[in-house]
Structures are given as C-alpha cells and as structure tokens.
C-alpha cells in the first residue's frame, strides 16, 4: 500500500521541536512544584543554571508569568559553588504518633523527645569539629489530620497546630479546625557555619556592552529569522545592558534572550533578565 508523505521538515523546524518538547517538560515540572503547591509563579524570580538553564529560562518564564530571570555567575559550576559556600547540615528525625488537640498541651511531651534527639544531633555534630555553642538548631514536626496518611512539615516554634492548618488550606485550598491532629514525627536541622569564599565584583561599566559584541548572525525565533547580537559574557561589566533578540556565550553556558526580553549585569556578574514592558 502507498502512502503519500508530506514534505519533510527542514532542520532548523525539527531543532525547533526539539526545544519546545524539551520546554514543556520543564513547565510542566515547574507547576508541579508551585501552582500545584499554592505558590504563585509571579510573586518569584526564576534561577537558571546549569550548561542549558539559561537557554530555556525565558520562554518558561514567559509561560509561567515568572517577572525575571537571574543567571549567576559561571552558571555551569553553580553546583560546585554551592558545595564549595555550603554549612555543614544533618537532619535528624523520630517516630512519635501523638494527638495533639492544642500546641500548648503537646508540647511538653515533644520537648522530651527534642531533647534525646538534639543530645544525638551535638554528639555527630561535634563528630565533625563543630562546639555546641556553633550549632544552630531548627525543630519542625510532620503534622496530619488524624484518619490522613500523609503529613505536612511544620516548625515546632509557636502554635503549630495553626500552621499545620495554614499550611493544608495553602496545600490542598481547604482546612477542618474541628478535626484532631495527629503529629507523626519530630525533626531537627543541625547546621554548623563554615568560612565562605569570596565573591569577587565586577568592574563598573556604562549601559552599552558593545565591548562584549562578537558578531550578528540571523537566529530562528518562532519560525522567523531575526539578525541576534551574540555576546562574550566574560567581557560584560556591571550596568550593562542587553537587548534580545541576544546570546550571551560563555564557557559553561549559553543564555538565550528572545525578542522581547532585555537584561542587566549586577555588580556580583548576575544577568538580570526581564521582558520588555
């Protein structure tokens, strides 16, 4: 049987697809991790990472109505930043199953159990060259409604009983005061302060980054060629500006600013990305 085939696409429309697949993907797991949790994509700044972060960040954020972009410094090594500036942390946790009608009658009995875990927490803590006196600790306890078989994570300071109530209502759009909590289990975050390297500034720059320019060439944005300025990211100063249609290249990354976005340079190497009002 024969079967007639339309013409095939050319490879600027398949790399196209490509992106848009990939894109989705990623919008849908940014969702799941904030409008699916209560939290409004609008009220936060999206951070791109990474060796291909920055490439896709404003379309997403386009999508999601995020307001900006931050792309760090050395976006690709951010990771090893992170380790390199990170405290030394251990988080400990124990079974307890205890009702709770109110936070004030409850907390007596949780503060024994604080007390034998926070004893385990020191010792590993001091296991790892840090005094007592040099570990802060953060208590938090995993809070349901009683019949429930999953739990919500609450901090023990104040009335928790309220913020497992706020919490759900935030969650899941409702909540029961009338219905009997049940806390499951306690948690505390020991962390130790480590010394942090040094983050060096850029040199100050006027708005042009004409001194950054490589060269134009045509770019395929929505199906349509438009001539894009590419840039050297290790030559941009702070206060610079950029007007997409641009990219910005660079050893570990490459960032991608559409048509209607535009960005700055802080003083710490941040591209701060923003579309154009």
Not at 25 to 41: F, L, N, Q, T, Y
Not at 138 to 163: C, K, T, W
Request: proline fraction near 6%; charge should be positive.
């Amino acid at each position: 049987m024969n079967r007639s085939r339309g013409p095939m696409p050319s490879l600027e429309t398949f790399a196209q697809g490509i992106v848009e697949v990939a894109n989705a993907v990623m919008e849908k797991a940014i969702r799941v991790i904030s409008v699916e949790r209560g939290h409004d994509p609008r009220d936060y700044t999206l951070v791109a990472f990474g060796g291909a972060g920055a490439l896709h960040a404003c379309e997403l954020a386009a999508a999601l109505e995020i307001p900006r972009v931050l792309v760090p410094c050395f976006p690709g090594a951010l990771s090893a930043l992170g380790i390199l500036r990170a405290d030394v942390t251990k988080d400990l946790s124990r079974a307890v199953r205890l009702e709770a009608e109110s936070a004030a009658e409850a907390k007596p009995k949780l503060q024994r159990s604080f007390t034998s875990l926070e004893q385990e927490g020191r010792k590993q803590m001091r296991a790892e060259g840090f005094s007592t006196g040099a570990v802060q600790i953060q208590r938090s306890l995993d809070v349901r409604y009683a019949g429930q078989s999953y739990e919500l994570n609450v901090p023990f300071d104040g009335d928790f009983i309220s913020a497992f109530h706020h919490a759900h209502e935030t969650r899941y759009g409702y909540f029961d005061r009338s219905r009997p909590c049940e806390v499951v289990n306690i948690r505390a975050r020991f962390t130790g302060r480590t010394p942090k390297p040094a983050l060096p500034k850029l040199k100050r720059g006027g708005a042009s980054a004409a001194r950054a320019l490589v060269c134009k060439s045509p770019v395929l944005f929505s199906g349509r060629r438009k001539l894009t300025a590419i840039y050297d990211r290790s030559r941009l100063l702070a206060g610079n500006r950029i007007t997409g249609p641009a990219i910005v290249t660079e050893y570990s990354a490459t960032t991608l600013l559409p048509p209607e976005w535009s960005g700055v340079v802080d003083r710490n190497g941040n591209l701060i990305l923003e579309p154009r009002r």
